[in-house]
């Protein structure tokens, strides 16, 4: 959500950072709407004000026995004329609320601009991805002929984008998400939280799924939402709250499953497991006071490329354009991991600083300490990693000619001792 007070203060920063976005200039608009609604709520406390002062005169005019017929017919019309300016101030405001909150954040200044992921800048590299005397199989070839992905299973049950794990494969799954919670918490102090997988409106719209992207989420009958990632429950979890200074920075994790509809996605990743309906992801989400979230920010991407880096996959770290980030985003890096299989550089982790956009929209706030107001924290977000994706890259670039996966060393704690899925 945007400062309405900053638009006032200078439409043309917040044109321009639209325009960053590849967005029309909308500060113009929302400022006429916002002098009708400033003039209708100086018009109701003027008519309050009169109201008020004629019933004073009316009481001594009948004390002194005058007639006080003139002043109660002003009344009588005040009072018939102020509901109608009452709702017009409301209609307004709400119209308002309504243009801000479907509005993206607005871009930092160090963000590259573009159109789209062409204009995206890749920062550093990290690896040397893999070489093999036989070609490289895709992960879903490889886990087909071990046995352990049932594509056809899953769609006689749920449909298309969907996967049944088995055996090691199923295991190998969770092993990679219990050892990045555990790096996550253990080594990087963020805090293991288990948070419900279905959220309210108000969930939704704080971290800007609501209203614009509805499409993208699946709502049940009892009207909850299923998460599309865990930053949804853990960011709203300081939501309508007043923190302390000394409180931050809140760093929180969790290892939970997602669902995404996957709208607009029609014909893209339909084979394998990159783009599903339904996967786990380890999820970091920090609070941070506004003066040191770009520090936490490259602390979340660091903490996001360990785990890569414990595994021993090469990888790539690019900050997204203007027209690439996401809707509540004014910052982002992707995590690009090797794919041997598709021989490129694919997803597997997005952080982002969404400064004070969302935490306005939840009305999230700290107390400076030794001042007396409130400002608003900010938040950010980011996939410590997709676990299934994590999986993909795993198969693939541990693949053996033989069909075979050999199992990372730091998984195989969490695999019993298991070094070979074969």
Not at 88 to 106: F, M, V
Not at 222 to 238: C, R, S
Not at 294 to 321: F, N, S
Request: proline residues 5%.
């Amino acid at each position: 959500m945007h400062d309405l007070k900053s638009i006032r203060d200078n439409p043309d920063g917040f044109d321009l950072g639209l325009k960053r976005r590849g967005l029309e200039p909308k500060a113009a608009a929302i400022l006429e709407l916002d002098a009708r609604r400033r003039a209708a709520q100086t018009a109701f406390q003027e008519m309050q004000a009169r109201r008020n002062d004629a019933s004073k005169q009316i009481g001594v005019l009948k004390k002194q026995g005058g007639d006080a017929q003139g002043l109660m017919d002003e009344v009588a019309a005040l009072k018939e004329r102020m509901p109608a300016v009452e709702e017009e101030d409301r209609a307004l405001g709400a119209e308002i609320e309504a243009i801000l909150a479907s509005i993206p954040n607005l871009p930092a200044g160090d963000v590259p601009e573009g159109p789209d992921e062409s204009a995206n800048v890749e920062v550093r590299r990290w690896g040397t991805p893999r070489e093999f005397a036989f070609t490289a199989l895709d992960h879903d070839a490889i886990g087909e002929k071990l046995g352990g992905m049932d594509f056809d299973g899953a769609a006689k049950l749920s449909g298309a984008r969907f996967v049944v794990l088995k055996g090691p494969l199923a295991r190998l799954q969770r092993a990679i998400g219990q050892f990045m919670l555990d790096l996550q918490t253990v080594e990087h102090g963020y805090t293991e939280m288990d948070p419900p997988l279905m959220v309210k409106d108000a969930a939704a719209f704080g971290t800007g799924q609501l209203p614009k992207f509805s499409e993208d989420l699946f709502k049940t009958n009892t009207g909850h939402w299923l998460i599309p990632t865990a930053e949804v429950p853990l960011t709203n979890l300081v939501g309508d709250e007043i923190l302390e200074d000394k409180a931050l920075p809140l760093r929180m994790t969790a290892l939970t499953p997602c669902f995404r509809s996957e709208a607009g996605s029609a014909g893209k990743d339909t084979r394998g497991m990159i783009r599903q309906h339904q996967f786990h992801k380890v999820e970091m989400v920090s609070v941070a006071h506004p003066d040191a979230s770009d520090e936490e920010h490259e602390r979340m991407t660091r903490c996001a490329e360990t785990v890569l880096q414990r595994l021993g996959l090469a990888y790539r770290v690019i900050v997204l354009c203007t027209g690439d980030m996401g809707f509540s985003a004014r910052k982002t890096y992707d995590i690009e991991v090797w794919l041997p299989g598709q021989q490129r550089y694919r997803e597997i982790s997005s952080c982002s600083n969404c400064g004070d956009f969302q935490a306005r929209r939840m009305k999230a706030r700290f107390r400076p300490e030794g001042e007396k107001g409130t400002r608003f924290v900010h938040t950010l977000n980011g996939s410590g990693l997709a676990v299934g994706r994590t999986l993909i890259a795993v198969m693939e670039n541990y693949q053996r000619e033989d069909g075979s996966i050999e199992v990372p060393e730091v998984l195989r704690p969490y695999m019993g001792g298991l070094e070979v899925i074969g």
